[in-house]
Each structure stands twice: as structure tokens, then as C-alpha cells.
């Protein structure tokens, strides 16, 4: 029981991690009908919504059609980013998925075509396949012969160790279940098993051409070596069959990468600067035409990703206008947009449109609306965000904060949370109460009161342009 504690412990400080406004979300929260249970993965409510994104998780798993677009729309803080967030979790690591803020494309220093081109291409992938020689095999035995110069002369048995590698040699006998082979090993061989800390009764794979040393696990028939071993030992078969195989390896890179790496004279170090600046058409020409040539060769395949813009309102006429023809590319990826405007001005024109989106890009999209949460909802989802941040609320001051929720917002009775558990570190108590969570929504105003306080005091603002009592009265209307 000690030993567990310890181990909690250690993994406590151990992981870092910042709790973020949608780190509570772990996929979409759906069954294996595509059907959305009320709560899942972190997802509450908005079960149409969520069944309308799973279809599109579908299309977008399938990859086999190109430029399709989804609007999500719906009143601030009913979901929308959280559902997008959904999609990425549920893809996985290898499906591309890139997020972009609608007012990024203007503070810039591309232009915003470039900025748009680029954003398209970090979410499709490329995932180029190779085949590597490697030896696989259990360790029998590892010996190395040292030099005189070094501190003992003669052969040892065992992982290698401390001493200089320069000079030295030695041998390496691996098995399978049919056959065994010896292997002599130069300086740099020993080095690296040394670094992965190799010895007898291991299974470890060498690759041939870069001589990269991994280590697979402990072998099942050395298991009882051992009276005890740590959490982290893997036991694994040994290999069959010969010693050297033939094994495809796959690397999963996008599109801008590959972009970058041709188009600075630092290559892939510009990924880690951020300097990518603009990218000549000619060379994003030269690598299609080559990872289309990959593609005809069997070589490599294309997995288009997602491209998430949030507040799409704030784009202008023009990139709507690029969105159109970007989208009819064949490598297009499926593109994701939301926004909580309802009928206002596209941003360019003084035309007015549904979401501020132009008509002919409106046509083009899918679009899932998102409803305002209930009562039962907001409870439900308040209850996930005080496990997310380890915060513990009595039940009468869950009951108040769903209240404050449903009569101010979510967010905003999200973010007393935290503040209402520091005010109960302040007491000393463990267990948030109602005080903790009235002294906050004392200390902290949400919109509604702190627009009635400047109604109130507007006079003793600076540039106030509400006077008398009528405007004031138009001012609480809109």
C-alpha cells in the first residue's frame, strides 16, 4: 500500500500539465452506432449536434472525399469549440488536425491567402512508407573485449559500460526460436547498447542502416530470473523465425512540413524557429507533383486532416473568396468553421448575410447547430469541470453554482470554481460551501450586473454616450 502512494506521488510531480477551458474533453462521446450518450468523454447534451459530427468523423476517417466544410452554429457557450475539440480527440494522432483563429490571418506577416494556404497544408498528411533491414532477436550474450590502455584488459560478460569506447570490440549473440548467430560489434555498436542499458535475456531490434538500437522488453522465458521486477518491465515473446527481416517503417509528416524543409537553407530547423515566411508556389508545385509520384509508386498516401477556423465572421470578402477555390482542390482537407453571429455585415462589404458568411460560401457547408444547455446539463457539465480541477463542492453549493449558470452563464460559473475553492483554502475548509461560492459572486460581477453598474454610474465615465433616462432604458433593451 506504501509502495502504491509512493508511486502516486512520484507520478503527481512528475506530470505537468496546465487544466484548460476544453482539456476535459476526451472525444465526441459516442457508442459503436454513432449514437451520443447524454454524457461522455466530457461532452454533455447537444446530442444531435454531436451525432451530425460523428457522421462527419466518418468522412473524414474514410478519406476518400475532398473539400468538404462544416459550419458549427450556435449562441456563445453552447459548445461549438468543445465539439471541434471532440473531432481532434477522436481522430487520433495521425490524422492531421489544425486550428486557426479567423483575426490570426490579419496580425500576421504574410498575407492572408498565404497564411490560409499554409493553414490548408498542415492538415493534410502524408504518411511515406519505406522498408529497413533489421535484426531482431533475444540476447544470449554480450561480450566485450577492451584494450590494454582501458581499465582492465581481457573479455566481460554483460551490458557494456563506463569505460572508453574507443578501441574496443566485441560480440553480440542474439537467437530466435530457430536459429542463433554471433555478431562482432565495433566501438560506436557498444555504445549504443550501452545507452539502452542491453543485456542477456533481452529483445531488442538493430536497425542496419543507422545502427539505432531498440530495446522491445524482457523475454518471457527469463521472467523467472527475477524475484521481483519494476512496473515498467515489458515482457515479450522471442522473435521466430530468421534474424534478419525486411520491415516496413512509416513516417507520418504534412504537407507544410515538407514545405518548410525544402524551402529554407536550414530545413527542418526552421519548423522549430517559426520563421517559415512565405512559401514560392513554384516549390509547393515540385512537392506535389513528387508526393504525387510517391503516391503512383506505392511509396506514400495522402491523409487529409481537418482544418478548424473559429470565429469565420471575422474573415473578409476575400478570403471567403479564396476558401471557394481552396476547397475544389483534390487535396483539399474537410474543413471545420464556427461562429456565433446570427444576420450581420460581411466583413469587406456592407452586404448583410446569414453569420456574416457570403451566400455562395454558405451553399458549400454543412451546418450543425448547437442549442443553449438546460438545467441538467449545466449541472452535469459543472460536475466534470470540479473533477477536471480537483475541485470538491458540497451539494448545496453545486445547487447554487448550477443556479448562478443557468441565470448568468456556463463560463462564468465555470470560472468561479476555482475562485470558490481558494476562498475555501483561505478558511481552511476542504469542502467548498455556498459561503465560498456567494463570496465570489460577490467579489466578481458577470456581464448582466456589471452593465447595470456602468447604467447606474455611466455619468462618471469617461466618453459615456448614454444620457437620460430614455436612452438608458434602449441601452438594457439591446
Not at 542477456?200 to 531490434?205: M, P
Not at 530470473?225 to 534478419?244: N, W
Not at 508526393?291 to 482544418?307: C, F, N, S, T
Not at 448562478?404 to 476562498?423: C, D, F, K, P, Q
Amino acid at each position: 500500500m506504501a509502495e502504491l502512494k509512493r508511486l502516486s506521488e512520484s507520478r503527481d510531480l512528475t506530470r505537468i500539465e496546465r487544466i484548460g477551458a476544453h482539456s476535459h474533453i476526451r472525444g465526441l462521446g459516442l457508442d459503436s452506432s454513432m449514437e451520443a450518450r447524454d454524457a461522455s468523454e466530457g461532452m454533455v447534451g447537444q446530442l444531435p449536434a454531436r451525432r451530425g459530427a460523428g457522421l462527419i468523423l466518418q468522412l473524414i476517417r474514410q478519406g476518400k472525399i475532398a473539400g468538404r466544410a462544416v459550419l458549427i452554429a450556435g449562441q456563445p457557450g453552447t459548445g461549438k469549440t468543445a465539439l471541434a475539440m471532440g473531432i481532434a480527440k477522436s481522430l487520433g494522432a495521425e490524422t492531421p488536425f489544425a486550428s486557426v483563429a479567423a483575426s490570426e490571418l490579419f496580425s500576421l506577416d504574410l498575407s492572408k491567402t498565404e497564411a490560409l494556404t499554409q493553414a490548408f497544408r498542415r492538415a493534410i498528411g502524408v504518411r511515406i512508407k519505406e522498408e529497413a533491414e533489421i535484426i531482431e532477436g533475444e540476447v544470449v550474450e554480450i561480450s566485450v573485449d577492451r584494450p590494454l590502455s582501458a581499465s582492465s584488459a581481457g573479455g566481460s560478460s554483460g551490458a557494456p559500460s563506463g569505460a572508453t569506447t574507443v578501441g574496443k570490440s566485441g560480440r553480440l549473440t542474439l537467437k530466435t526460436t530457430d536459429m542463433e548467430t554471433v555478431y562482432e560489434l565495433g566501438g560506436k555498436m557498444i555504445e549504443a547498447l550501452g545507452k539502452e542499458k542491453v543485456q542477456s535475456g533481452d529483445v531488442i531490434a538493430l536497425d542496419k542502416a543507422s545502427g539505432k538500437v531498440t530495446k522491445l522488453g524482457r523475454s518471457i522465458g527469463r521472467s523467472r530470473d527475477y524475484d521481483a521486477v519494476g512496473p515498467h518491465t515489458k515482457f515479450v515473446k522471442c522473435p521466430d523465425g530468421e534474424l534478419q527481416k525486411r520491415k516496413e517503417v512509416v513516417h507520418c509528416v504534412t504537407l507544410h512540413e515538407i514545405d518548410v524543409i525544402n524551402s529554407r537553407t536550414q530545413g527542418f530547423l526552421a519548423l522549430f524557429t517559426g520563421d517559415t515566411g512565405e512559401i514560392r508556389a513554384e516549390v509547393r508545385e515540385q512537392i506535389d507533383t513528387k508526393v504525387a509520384e510517391w503516391r503512383e509508386e506505392g511509396k506514400a498516401e495522402i491523409v487529409p486532416g481537418v482544418l478548424f477556423i473559429d470565429e469565420v465572421h471575422m474573415l473578409d470578402i476575400e478570403c471567403f473568396s479564396f476558401l471557394n477555390r481552396a476547397l475544389e482542390n483534390d487535396m483539399a482537407p474537410i474543413l471545420v468553421i464556427a461562429t456565433n453571429r446570427g444576420i450581420t455585415s460581411i466583413r469587406g462589404t456592407n452586404y448583410r448575410s446569414p453569420h456574416g458568411i457570403p451566400p455562395d460560401f454558405l451553399d458549400r457547408l454543412l451546418i450543425i447547430t448547437t442549442q443553449p444547455y438546460t438545467e441538467d446539463e449545466i449541472r452535469k457539465i459543472l460536475d466534470i469541470r470540479c473533477n477536471e480541477e480537483d475541485v470538491e463542492l458540497s451539494a448545496d453549493a453545486k445547487v447554487l453554482l448550477t443556479k448562478i449558470g443557468v441565470e448568468t452563464s456556463l463560463r462564468y460559473a465555470i470560472h468561479l470554481i476555482n475562485s470558490a475553492a481558494l476562498a475555501c483554502q483561505k478558511r481552511k475548509g476542504k469542502v467548498v460551501e455556498m459561503e465560498d461560492i456567494s463570496r465570489v459572486y460577490q467579489l466578481f460581477l458577470d456581464v448582466k450586473r456589471s452593465t447595470q453598474y456602468l447604467m447606474e454610474y455611466q455619468s462618471q465615465y469617461m466618453f459615456s454616450e448614454v444620457s437620460g433616462e430614455a436612452d438608458r432604458g434602449d441601452a438594457m433593451q439591446s
